[in-house]
């Protein structure tokens, strides 16, 4: 570890990996006691994995890493002298780069917010208003008091949960951002806040009628929640309210920052539309999956068709395995 600041721990946390990471984990934690390694015998969710590396850390001050990002010598130095000149500051996060697979520079971290604002008001309002294709949540790995997370739910499993994080964070004290980029962010397409290939089924005709952006599943792809129909953008509209009560905050403020979820609200609609559009095709397409799969099994078995006594709708392309 090549970081200027010497006193650390660095706990890895093996996501049930199936190539040599074990063996070199434990080669380096042979020869280093600052490094702690765990491995997960069964593959957990990103969020679970991350509030597992959280749990076991013992330090004051905490920040999440991912395994292929890069880091200045001098990052941690400089966040941790400024939470210590800085009291009521809850994290500190710098400047981000964005590097492909080869580690060449292709993009900048989103607008700054003003999250440094000694207002929670403000805070509150900066980070829930922000515009999504704009704002990527970067602030997310920066180096937070251990106090301030062990007061919320960490990562959640919904959409969005970075965003989520960092609002109920802000309630609690200022970001401050340090404007050198000593953060060099691989690009890989997997953050939990990009809806991935695996869980978009396809993207939803209603919704396209109201936003041209593709639409996130109203289907959980949680096995416990497979049947369940869940609101992605509804859960974020109701966490954020649920935030304001669960900070402590006076009258005045908490009002203000109702009006603001409020704003944030008519500022949505079409994305808080978009989920029981997506729920309402969704039901649709499976009805008339279940209602025209007795005949594809026959015509692809060489069987009379079942009569039908009313008139068949359009044409779907379903798959049947057959034996």
Not at 137 to 151: H, M, P, Q, W
Not at 259 to 280: C, S, T, V
Not at 302 to 322: C, H, I, K
């Amino acid at each position: 570890m090549s970081q200027t600041y010497r006193d650390l721990e660095l706990i890895i946390c093996d996501n049930a990996s199936n190539d040599r990471t074990q063996q070199i984990c434990r080669d380096f934690a042979a020869h280093d006691g600052r490094i702690r390694y765990y491995r997960s015998e069964y593959r957990l969710s990103s969020a679970e994995n991350c509030n597992r590396a959280f749990n076991l850390s013992r330090g004051h001050y905490f920040k999440w890493a991912e395994a292929d990002d890069l880091y200045e010598p001098q990052l941690l130095e400089r966040c941790i002298c400024q939470l210590e000149a800085e009291p009521t500051a809850a994290m500190v996060f710098t400047r981000t780069h964005v590097i492909d697979p080869a580690g060449n520079v292709i993009s900048d971290d989103g607008c700054p917010l003003a999250t440094d604002s000694p207002s929670p008001v403000r805070r509150y309002r900066e980070l829930i208003c922000a515009e999504d294709r704009s704002h990527d949540a970067s602030e997310i790995f920066g180096l937070y008091r251990r106090s301030v997370l062990a007061r919320t739910n960490l990562l959640e499993r919904v959409c969005h949960g970075e965003s989520l994080l960092l609002v109920r964070c802000a309630l609690m004290g200022r970001f401050i951002r340090i404007d050198d980029g000593l953060l060099l962010k691989r690009d890989r397409g997997s953050r939990s806040t990009r809806p991935q290939p695996s869980q978009i089924q396809h993207e939803s005709v209603l919704a396209r009628l109201i936003s041209a952006r593709a639409t996130f599943p109203a289907t959980s792809s949680h096995a416990s929640k497979r049947a369940m129909l869940v609101f992605p953008e509804w859960v974020m509209a109701r966490e954020y309210f649920r935030a304001i009560s669960q900070t402590p905050l006076t009258p005045m403020q908490k009002r203000l920052c109702r009006f603001w979820w409020a704003l944030f609200l008519a500022r949505n609609a079409r994305k808080l539309l978009r989920d029981p559009l997506w729920a309402a095709e969704y039901f649709v397409f499976r009805a008339l999956d279940r209602y025209r799969r007795p005949r594809l099994v026959a015509q692809l078995q060489g069987r009379p068709e079942p009569s039908l006594s009313q008139p068949q709708g359009p044409a779907l392309d379903v798959t049947v395995s057959t034996p």
